[in-house]
């Protein structure tokens, strides 16, 4: 069974497009996470749910649109995507918010706007 | 804040050679440090964690990473690279802020010769 899965894997779509990705956990955990994951590798946290509450939103677009349906769940909307939009975006999830915590991350959704 | 520097992007080694991934963090407080491993086109996998207790943790796969305070280091180990340790390695700090960020290093790239 796979833990943290997302959907699609590959995602490629024209500039001004809206799409989404999916994200399940089936860990039982109460923590989600989206991460971006840029061309040089490097990977930066966009948003950090704890049992459905957003208690992270970083320095990202309002054009991003997470969404948590429940605590399994972890839905990400973008709107009118660019060009810098361009990356891996990477699910995760913990067990809780404290800081002894291990994250485990879904597969990655590659996503290529053209 | 907190911030992680892996100081060396690409290493490469000999299958059956010794291995250091070097890892420095900067946090006012015990950290809670992690390393994941990342193969091509998958996402990141735990290698091994440190949260408390004896400074030398084993994790999976042969790899062991040693905790040294003084210097702010958390250096990846293996003995004896096989071929298939080529991926990507990122060292990460657990904050302890509400909401559990996880700050990631950029990475090192791992590339083993046969």
């Known amino acids: 069974d796979t833990a943290v899965s997302q959907t699609p894997k590959y995602l490629v779509t024209q500039m001004g497009n809206d799409k989404s990705i999916k994200c399940e956990q089936n860990?039982?955990?109460?923590?989600m996470y989206w991460y971006k994951q840029d061309s040089k590798k490097f990977l930066k946290i966009m948003f950090s749910y704890n049992n459905k509450e957003l208690i992270i939103n970083e320095t990202v677009p309002n054009r991003f649109s997470p969404k948590s349906p429940d605590k399994a769940h972890l839905n990400l909307h973008i709107n009118s995507l660019e060009l810098g939009d361009s990356a891996v975006y990477f699910c995760?999830?913990?067990?809780?918010?404290?800081?002894?915590?291990?994250?485990?991350f879904g597969q990655g959704t590659r996503l290529t706007v053209v | 804040a907190q911030s992680v520097t892996q100081p060396d992007i690409h290493i490469t080694v000999s299958e059956g050679a010794s291995l250091e991934l070097r890892c420095n963090y900067s946090y006012g407080a015990t950290p809670y440090l992690f390393w994941y491993v990342q193969s091509p086109g998958q996402g990141l996998q735990l290698l091994l964690k440190?949260?408390?207790?004896?400074?030398l943790v084993q994790g999976i796969k042969g790899f062991e990473a040693e905790f040294k305070r003084s210097q702010s280091s958390f250096n990846l180990r293996k003995p004896s690279v096989h071929w298939s340790d080529a991926a990507e390695y990122f060292c990460a700090v657990g904050a302890r802020n509400y909401g559990q960020n996880f700050v990631f290093g950029p990475g090192t790239r791992l590339s083993v010769l046969p």
């Open positions: 995760a999830s913990s067990q809780n918010v404290g800081a002894n915590t291990e994250a485990f």
């Open positions: 440190y949260f408390s207790g004896d400074t």
């Open positions: 860990l039982g955990h109460d923590t």
